[in-house]
């Protein structure tokens, strides 16, 4: 099992710019999720979905949007870069309540 | 607010020591509380799941405690190695409005000196 993946490993857009993020998981889990981890700020909440055709709002969801049009994908779309969106992306998937498996990241920078 | 702290933000101990990491965390009634692991340019890597039922997980040479009523966890290591050099973080799920998410702490930076 190649458990969650991330594409791409690392992109660099210009401000204005829009781009999807694409997170796929073969663990057949329920919930997905998506976090942004920056230095001083820890990791945190973007989007989540528990279940193919559901998405909700995490602690920081603003320029960003997601969906989840089959079980083992979740996208994140950034319609217009902003320079504050720079940071590490990090998709998980679990089981309701279980534990969070992570994908290696997607290293963003918007200049 | 639900927050989760990690103290120190940085250990350094000699190889073969034992040594504890400390997470605590506000609100005692969680649903549970996970340990992981982030390498340098790396993705997290879940360590140990404690449910909110239960007082301690083990793997390996790693034991993790909880105390819900302190508002406490540790994540205990034995016998240190210098593959054990990494960011160690605690993550609490709390219930209500937010209780899909993890909170994380900021995280323990371990290096393991040989």
Redesign the interface.
């Given at each position: 099992n190649a458990g969650v993946t991330q594409t791409p490993k690392f992109r660099v857009l210009k401000t204005g710019q829009s781009m999807t993020l694409l997170c796929a998981q073969d663990m057949n889990h329920e919930y997905m999720y998506w976090y942004r981890q920056d230095p001083g700020m820890g990791l945190r909440l973007i989007h989540y979905s528990v279940g193919e055709g559901t998405t909700a709002k995490g602690e920081v969801p603003d320029g960003y949007n997601v969906s989840r049009l089959k079980k083992q994908n979740f996208l994140l779309g950034l319609e217009s870069a902003a320079p504050s969106q720079t940071s590490v992306y990090f998709c998980a998937s679990s089981d309701p309540g279980e534990t969070q498996y992570f994908g290696p990241g997607t290293r963003l920078l918007v200049l | 607010k639900q927050e989760v702290t990690q103290i120190p933000a940085a250990l350094s101990v000699p190889e073969g020591e034992n040594l504890v990491l400390n997470c605590s965390f506000t609100d005692s009634a969680i649903?549970?509380l996970?340990w992981?692991r982030q390498d340098p340019g790396?993705?997290?890597?879940?360590l140990l799941?404690i449910?909110s039922s239960q007082r301690e997980q083990t793997s390996g040479r790693l034991n993790a405690s909880l105390d819900k009523s302190s508002g406490r966890s540790t994540l205990y290591i034995a016998a240190s190695q210098p593959g054990d050099s990494a960011t160690y973080?605690c993550?609490v799920?709390f219930p209500g409005a937010?209780s899909?998410?993890?909170t994380?702490?900021?995280?323990t930076k371990l290096s393991v000196i040989p």
């Open positions: - | 649903y549970n996970q992981f790396k993705g997290l890597t879940s799941l449910q973080l993550a799920r937010g899909y998410q993890l994380f702490g900021k995280g």
